[in-house]
């Protein structure tokens, strides 16, 4: 059995959940489906940890589906940079799950509760998979498993509030542009090479800058991938989906969904397509950093003028990213490795955000701002989960966000570019702004007499902590996360996503 999961864990981590979603759909119980899903999440997870554990020193892993040897067959590639990312996905998964169980029962209707756990899976699977496969079109296949179990995943959010149908309809019509961007792209990049491998493509397309379909395919390639991953500003889908979600699954994606395209981005532009191109490092200059720029600050200030608190963190995601797309555009390994760092802390703090958030609505029905006067003193572990979440939004030190801003202003400054380590600190002022906004209205105003509020249950308390003392524990013992990231960019930057990879399951090497 050891042997099965050694030899096979790079493909295990997306066979478990995507056998499980139509388990759980054929049993048709709540309860049944639950627990596949669970168990399904939590196998994913160990299996994340122990590719994290193979690749942390700058190793590389192949699998090859079948038997089949790329550039016929398709391959699954795990390096750094990636089992990262999975462990991330499978985590928060794993937290989200038991909180959903209880969460839907007030916002989903029991009949579509089999179907909620089915598409949750699907939409697992499809992030796992982008993340690990070593294949263009896979990635756009499982970008596409993703997206369609994510839209259902929004509507759902209807049976308490209409609007999820309209903010389920604006992500699909924005994420099918996105797709339909991408896949143009790949049909581009295929039309120049032959090949669809990413480690094919980087090694044929190293010699094509000059090459127009090669452009053309790059701009595509971006351009999908900024709708997927909400750059501003083409995040016109974001606001609505995190806001009107059922809470499981504004957490979930908010933690996930951005996390992944962000990957994807990285992947394509630091091992398929040349660093050493000048127009992808015009793309970075002339594009990324002025968007990350104005997103940081634009975001930020639409945030503080929210009365809905999860449109509020919704905005403030957007900002985030900003922050992650920064980290690129600064062209160095630091900088990147900045990206890789917020990118797992940002996932753990808006994770921990959105259940908080979600925990009160489950109590009182509401997430306006306006209806949580003094729940400090009735929802005290809850309110104190937001506290320290909003602390790591700001960057305060003792929470990871702190480190992501860190590592950020480092890269900043070793690039010499110190007004840009200045924004940073002033776009940290405006996150204390609509973060203290929340907390005054939580503590400082007076509780209404008429208040029935009480403390969330322990099924949302216990997920919700666990992502808040992930918080605090990576804030403290940034070490690993610091020195994963510090491996991956720098393999990035070298080029290493191609070389001699074991190969999974042989005693060979590709």
């Known amino acids: 059995m050891m042997s099965l999961v050694e030899n096979h864990a790079a493909i295990l981590v997306v066979i478990l959940p995507l056998i499980a979603a139509p388990l759980a759909m054929l049993f048709g119980n709540r309860n049944v489906a639950f627990l596949l899903s669970l168990a399904a999440s939590a196998g994913s997870f160990l299996l994340s940890i122990y590719l994290l554990m193979l690749v942390k020193d700058g190793a590389v892993l192949a699998y090859h589906i079948g038997g089949w040897a790329p550039p016929l067959g398709i391959e699954y590639r795990v390096d750094a940079a990636n089992a990262l990312v999975l462990l991330i996905v499978a985590a928060i998964s794993l937290a989200v799950l038991p909180y959903a169980r209880t969460s839907i029962e007030k916002e989903i209707a029991e009949k579509n509760h089999t179907l909620f756990y089915a598409c949750f899976l699907l939409c697992f699977t499809g992030l796992m998979g982008v993340t690990i ?22 509507a759902l959010g209807a049976e308490k509030d209409r609007r999820a149908l309209s903010a389920a309809y604006d992500y699909l019509v924005l994420g099918t542009i996105g797709a339909t961007f991408f896949v143009i792209g790949l049909g581009l990049i295929y039309m120049a090479t032959g090949t669809l491998n990413m480690v094919d493509l980087s090694e044929r397309l190293a010699s094509m800058e000059g090459n127009r379909t090669v452009r053309s395919a790059f701009a595509f390639i971006i351009i999908g991938m900024g709708l997927k991953l909400a750059i501003y500003p083409l995040h016109r889908w974001l606001p609505g989906a995190y806001t009107y979600a059922p809470s499981a699954v504004s957490a979930f994606l908010a933690a996930t969904a951005t996390k992944v395209a962000i990957y994807v981005v990285i992947r394509f532009m630091f091992s398929v397509f040349s660093i050493k191109f000048g127009f992808e490092q015009d793309t970075l200059k002339y594009i990324f950093f002025p968007f990350a720029v104005i997103a940081v600050f634009a975001a930020s200030f639409i945030a503080v003028f929210q009365i809905n608190v999860k449109r509020m963190l919704a905005y403030s995601s957007v900002a985030q990213i900003g922050y992650m797309l920064l980290g690129i555009a600064l062209f160095s390994a630091t900088g990147l490795s900045a990206t890789l760092v917020h990118l797992f802390n940002h996932a753990v703090t808006k994770g921990a955000l959105f259940l908080a958030i979600g925990a009160i609505i489950y109590q009182i029905g509401s997430p306006l701002m306006a209806n949580m006067s003094g729940l400090g003193k009735k929802m005290p572990w809850t309110c104190a989960a937001i506290v320290v979440g909003g602390l790591s939004l700001i960057g305060v030190p003792g929470t990871v966000g702190f480190v992501s801003k860190w590592v950020l202003l480092m890269a900043a400054l070793e690039a010499g570019l110190w007004p840009v380590s200045l924004m940073i600190v002033l776009s ?37 902590w666990c992502l808040i003392l992930a918080t605090l524990w990576f804030g403290f013992a940034a070490d690993f996360t610091v020195h994963v990231s510090d491996i991956a960019a720098q393999s990035l930057f070298d080029g290493k996503f191609g070389q001699d990879a074991i190969i999974m399951g042989t005693e060979g090497r590709s």
């Open 133 to 154: 496969t070593g294949d263009a079109f896979n990635v756009f296949v499982f970008l596409e498993i993703s997206s369609l179990s994510t839209y259902v995943l929004v």
């Open 428 to 464: 940290s002022l405006i996150a204390v702004v609509y973060v203290w906004k929340l907390v005054e209205i939580l503590y400082l105003e007076p509780l209404p007499k008429d208040s029935q509020a009480r403390e969330a249950p322990l099924s949302l308390l216990v997920p919700t």
